[in-house]
């Protein structure tokens, strides 16, 4: 036999009121009578709990009153002023605004790496081994043949993060599609050129024989920002800061500016690092540190920015194009991080061993095995193209008597 439902217990409070409502926000709930003589008849006893105190200030109570106040406008229930109903945000100093765009682009690079490594966005070679590769002596890179069966060219087109990896297990590639983007991409630019003026990039640096410049804008050419310099040719020798940076004092001052003011970017580069490559991340650290318990100048510059950059090598090319190349002064194994930007629509990174090939526009990021893997970045459409490369030298691992590692393919993230 049915029963009508009753209401439970004693009359409800303007706020339990709120509390309790159905689903029209105005009718009390109410429980059928035989629901309630089951529950009586057999109660479920819970563990007891453990709450902390709390004690609520007058002012407290009051702003939580008119907050379940369901019949309270909106618009007073905030007990602030308008003057102070500022964001979180805007009462943050400058400081902390800035540690947390840092912060915001570890975060990012995080998440594009995870979705690079899905399933759909994945590219499985069939017939490339990086380890082949690794234990091969390069060639010349005109006689190279592709190594992938016949069929349609890979390519990964830039609608969101991607990967390539090899028939043996390895990730070659990793396509991060507005990796840098917004304030900071141009924050980037505007540092990249404040350092292009003073320092005047050079067409004649030792690795133009791969590559040249296509004659475009006030900025043609290369130049070096690395803390840890071998020259070429000298690989026993004491590695010092490379002579782009110690040129004269102006180029040092901006040298200087501009590690401070790639900050977004070392924060970005560095997670991404260890999301595909922890091995690697690890071994990278291992040299960081040594470079800085050898050399003062070292810890100097490396302490300009936080987060700290563990590769020792960067440069930043104006309007460069390469030819099929190996980055032969890169160890077996490494990764370079290129981040590109300029007022280009887009171009091609070609892996002609792969069939593969990557679309690249302002902001992208890319990580390549730069030393194993032959690549080529050909002519592109219109407008400014600049990158800035990330890399280290195998002369510094050799002296320092570290071995680089490196880690299998990530698993899918889906």
């Not at 339990?16 to 105005?26: D, E, I, K, R």
């Not at 106040?69 to 602030?80: F, G, K, Y």
């Not at 410049?213 to 690989?235: F, M, N, S």
């Amino acid at each position: 036999m049915s029963h009508p439902p009753v209401l439970l217990g004693r009359p409800l409070t303007r706020s339990q009121s709120a509390l309790h409502s159905g689903p029209n926000g105005l009718t009390p709930r109410l429980v059928p009578v035989d629901s309630v003589s089951s529950a009586a008849s057999a109660p479920t006893r819970h563990p007891r709990k453990s709450w902390a105190d709390f004690h609520p200030t007058q002012e407290e109570m009051e702003r939580h009153r008119v907050t379940l106040d369901l019949e309270e406008p909106m618009d007073v229930v905030s007990d602030l002023s308008e003057p102070e109903m500022l964001t979180t945000w805007e009462r943050r100093s400058p400081q902390g605004k800035r540690a947390s765009i840092v912060k915001g682009a570890a975060r990012k690079a995080r998440s594009d790496v995870r979705k690079a490594q899905r399933r759909a966005a994945t590219i499985q070679l069939k017939a490339f081994s990086l380890a082949e590769a690794v234990a091969t002596p390069h060639g010349n890179p005109a006689k190279v043949k592709e190594l992938e069966p016949p069929g349609p060219v890979h390519v990964l087109r830039g609608e969101g993060p991607g990967r390539v990896k090899s028939e043996d297990e390895f990730d070659v590639i990793y396509h991060l599609p507005g990796g840098i983007h917004g304030k900071n991409l141009e924050e980037l630019m505007e540092a990249a050129r404040e350092w292009g003026y003073v320092c005047k990039p050079s067409k004649a640096v030792s690795n133009d024989k791969k590559g040249g410049y296509k004659e475009i804008g006030d900025l043609v050419g290369t130049t070096r920002i690395v803390l840890a310099w071998h020259a070429i040719g000298h690989p026993n020798e004491e590695p010092g800061v490379c002579a782009d940076i110690l040129r004269n004092r102006l180029t040092f001052n901006a040298a200087c500016v501009l590690l401070e003011k790639l900050d977004v970017v070392n924060s970005y580069v560095m997670a991404l690092l260890k999301a595909i490559d922890p091995d690697q991340y690890a071994s990278l650290e291992q040299l960081y540190q040594w470079r800085l318990s050898q050399y003062a100048s070292s810890r100097a510059l490396s302490g300009l920015a936080d987060p700290q950059l563990f590769f020792e090598g960067r440069e930043i090319q104006f309007n460069r194009f390469s030819r099929a190349h190996w980055d032969s002064q890169d160890p077996h194994w490494a990764w370079a991080i290129i981040i590109y930007f300029g007022t280009f629509g887009s171009c091609r990174l070609k892996f002609k061993q792969l069939r593969t090939e990557v679309v690249l526009r302002p902001g992208d990021v890319v990580a390549i095995r730069g030393q194993d893997v032959l690549h080529e970045a050909t002519d592109w459409d219109a407008g400014e193209r600049h990158l800035l490369v990330h890399f280290t030298h195998r002369a510094l691992w050799n002296q320092a008597k570290i071995a680089i590692k490196t880690s299998r393919a990530a698993p899918f993230t889906d």
